[in-house]
């Protein structure tokens, strides 16, 4: 299976120390570049860690189809490379990229589904710890996406 990443989940994966979990849930995980330089500038939240993740996943677009107008630069890219690589999955936190790619038929997937992926996959054992991590962290998360995803993973 093939998963293309961009980086708002990816960041919210490293906050939590699971970027791991992509591999062994989906294969081969590719960036576009755009998202590449986005979550390896420096000072930014988990650019270390997330350079060094990225740097051998990078893949270069070779459409120059954009949605700059209504999205921005990384998500575009995520989404050109997820039909030019016909990949399986869009990992993507960004509400309004969501709802794009989802338009145009992609399957996308949040961190949090990934979170409860790799729960029934028993990658991880617990989701409510990591989910109170990302909520301690810049990373918002409201009271009913918590209880639903606490629900789904059997921990309400």
Sequence with gaps: MILIADSSALVALSVVDKLDV???LFGDVYVPRAVYDEVSKENKTES???KNYCKDRILDIQSSANFN???GKGESEAIVLYTEQNADFLLCDDKKAKKFA???????IGSLGI????KEAELINEIAPLIE??????I???DKTYALVLGMAGEL
């Design 102 to 108: 989802q338009s145009f038929g992609l399957k996308v």
């Design 69 to 71: 107008i209504t999205l």
């Design 133 to 138: 991590i990302l909520r301690g962290s810049r």
């Design 115 to 118: 979170l409860l992926k790799a």
């Design 140 to 142: 918002f998360i409201d």
């Design 48 to 50: 270390y860690k997330l």
């Design 22 to 24: 992509l591999e062994k």
